[in-house]
């Protein structure tokens, strides 16, 4: 158990000295939002996690895009450009330094004059970004992958909005950790959702599935990179329903997000994923994946 602490704690990254607050780079320590903010009373706005290699963001565009979705889904008007939001990237990245790390970016309603579940007319969003360093996965981690835990969705029903009301995947994350696992596998009913914080893929006799997009699931950025790696390797991907029962007899199961990239997971319920190791798919992958971000970024 220590051991699994101890591999988990490398996700847990501190906040680089800078960030973004409404347009101007300033020290993360002095950033200050007003506690009347409606992402703040309300969970009303919407984030992106977009990850950087070598000071470059990897699918941008991608990411703005369901930015974008997200803001229209909530009926919050974009404060940016596309052009001023790339410019802001930039300079949030270039202030920390560039190379590798995260960007999170959360758009919120803004600050009203009180609490009224209806925004009040013409707010003006409140934006805020910062940056954390990111590491490639350890080699241990590599080695021996991670452990998941299949639970129940207790999430709401428009998983495909980037909402900031995180608590559903902050109570399953710590059910997992509890469980002893890394991550958790959601389920509804018979249905693979998606995990917590991750998109899942499942390998079965060499053949790659991962479920559609639907309310259900997030529009994984990552899942478009991994989907042009299994292209690149010439590996067919089945974009299906997965049905829960389909899991313990998988013989690999990856998840995939932005910051972690694809891992296996070779554990799920405290019993062995096929082989009970990284999978020869997934190695595959993993390898085409670190070109594809040495192409794209690098
Ligand atoms: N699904 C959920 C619920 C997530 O929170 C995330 C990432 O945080 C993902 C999937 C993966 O999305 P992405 O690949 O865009 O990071």
Redesign the pocket.
């Known amino acids: 158990m220590a051991r699994k602490l101890s591999l988990l704690a490398q996700h847990m990254a501190n906040a680089l000295p800078h960030s973004l607050l409404n347009g101007a780079i300033v020290p993360t320590n002095d950033a200050r939002i007003s506690p009347l903010d409606r992402g703040f009373l309300f969970g009303d706005g919407i984030y992106e996690?977009v990850p950087v290699y070598a000071g470059k963001p990897l699918r941008l565009t991608a990411h703005f895009d369901r930015l974008q979705d997200g803001l229209d889904a909530l009926e919050i008007a974009n404060p940016y450009s596309r052009a001023r939001w790339a410019e802001l990237v930039h300079e949030l990245i270039a202030s920390n330094g560039g190379g590798d790390m995260g960007v999170y970016l959360e758009v919120s309603r803004g600050a009203g004059k009180g609490r009224d579940f209806l925004p009040e007319p013409d707010m003006q969003p409140t934006v805020f970004g910062f940056c954390f360093p990111i590491t490639p996965p350890k080699p241990e981690l590599l080695a021996r992958g991670i452990a998941a835990a299949t639970l129940e969705d207790i999430r709401w029903q428009r998983?495909d909005i980037k909402s900031i009301a995180l608590v559903g995947?902050v109570m399953l994350k710590m059910e997992a950790k509890r469980r002893g696992a890394d991550e958790a596998i959601l389920v509804r009913g018979e249905r693979l959702a998606?995990?917590?914080?991750?998109?899942v893929f499942v390998v079965k006799n060499g053949r790659i599935a991962t479920p559609p997009a639907s309310h259900e699931?997030?529009p994984?950025?990552?899942?478009l990179v991994v989907g042009d790696v299994l292209d690149a390797l010439k590996l067919p991907l089945e974009v299906r329903e997965v049905r829960r029962g389909e899991l313990p007899a998988a013989d690999e199961i990856w998840i995939?997000?932005?910051t972690r990239e694809a891992l296996p997971v070779t554990s799920l319920d405290g019993k062995a994923v096929g082989e009970g190791g990284p999978g020869p798919v997934w190695r595959r992958v993993f390898d085409e994946f670190q070109a594809l971000k040495q192409r794209e970024a690098g």
């Open positions: 996690v998983c995947p998606e995990g917590s914080s991750s998109a699931r997030l994984s950025i990552t899942r995939a997000s932005s």
